[in-house]
T-cell receptor
Framework: GQSLEQPSEVTAVEGAIVQINCTYQTSGFYGLSWYQQHDGGAPTFLSY????GLEETGRFSSFLSRSDSYGYLLLQELQMKDSASYFCALGGNTGKLIFGQGTTLQVKP | IAGITQAPTSQILAAGRRMTLRCTQD?????MYWYRQDLGLGLRLIHY???????GKGEVPDGYSVSRANTDDFPLTLASAVPSQTSVYFC????????????FGDGTRLSIL
């Protein structure tokens, strides 16, 4: 089967950089995705890594290392509005996503 | 505005009753999905459909059924609701089954008493 592990909570201050790690176990997958979810809201797509390396989208970057079964989401220049839950998810060729349990990020002034 | 519409927004239901959660998308996406989200368990896939006329089982399909008669609609039915099905239900879609990202609706909060 597939499984993902993320830290349950992370705290950082406004303007800082924070890294949310995701380790996984799987027999095969197409890519690792990251989603953001604010309290009570719909998950929204942030980033996707099909290949090893870094993908950058504005203040957010995501990294994947298949050899280490590891990925991370990097958030730079943290803002209060970045306080939310962040989920990593493994995707296969059927489109099915297996989500991690999520990391709650709290940004403090 | 293009996107995914879920209905109802919330519902309280007596155990044993039948309930259908509606999901409609106007983006002409081929693939659609139903997830449930419970505290501490993240999002879990219930059922999915890669294209109109086909459906498949996800991680937690028991007690739920789906149909995909056309591209736009993907209803989720609880034939006989039980309290353990109390959850927030999200519908999602993507252009193709292997295509990121998935776009999510705003969810349906369902309480089974």
């Amino acid at each position: 089967g597939q499984s993902l592990e993320q830290p349950s909570e992370v705290t950082a201050v406004e303007g800082a950089i924070v890294q949310i790690n995701c380790t996984y176990q799987t027999s095969g997958f197409y890519g690792l995705s990251w989603y953001q979810q604010h309290d009570g809201g719909a998950p929204t797509f942030l980033s996707y890594n099909a290949l090893d390396g870094l993908e950058e989208t504005g203040r957010f970057s995501s990294f994947l290392s298949r050899s280490d079964s590891y990925g991370y989401l990097l958030l730079q220049e943290l803002q209060m509005k970045d306080s939310a839950s962040y989920f990593c998810a493994l995707g296969g060729n059927t489109g099915k996503l297996i989500f991690g349990q999520g990391t709650t990020l709290q940004v403090k002034p | 505005i293009a996107g995914i519409t879920q209905a109802p927004t919330s519902q309280i239901l007596a155990a044993g009753r039948r309930m259908t959660l509606r999901c409609t998308q106007d983006m002409r996406h081929n693939a659609m999905y139903w997830y449930r989200q419970d505290l501490g368990l993240g999002l879990r896939l219930i059922h999915y459909s890669n294209t109109a006329g086909t459906t498949g089982k996800g991680e937690v399909p028991d007690g739920y059924s789906v149909s995909r008669a056309n591209t736009d609609d993907f209803p989720l039915t609880l034939a006989s609701a039980v309290p353990s099905q109390t959850s927030v239900y999200f519908c999602a879609s993507s252009p193709r089954a292997d295509n990121q990202p998935q776009h999510f609706g705003d969810g349906t909060r369902l309480s089974i008493l």
